[in-house]
């Protein structure tokens, strides 16, 4: 999300919300890859595009 664009960095709790009210939890990198855990250098793709 561009930080350059006025109220950007305002809007960013109103958006974090709405989304956690709409099911969606919100973790780090780490914890999303947990339990192996990041490895420096590693990339890690798995999207539809990667496909």
Known sequence: MPLI???TVAA???IIS???V???TF???TRLLAPA???PGEVYRDGP???
Do not use: F
Request: aromatic residues 4%; proline residues 10%; without cysteine.
């Open 22 to 24: 709409r099911g969606y």
């Open 49 to 51: 595009l990667d496909r």
């Open 18 to 20: 709405g989304l956690q």
């Open 27 to 29: 973790v780090t990198v």
């Open 5 to 7: 664009v006025n109220g």
């Open 37 to 39: 855990g990041p490895r």
């Open 12 to 14: 960013i709790p109103g």
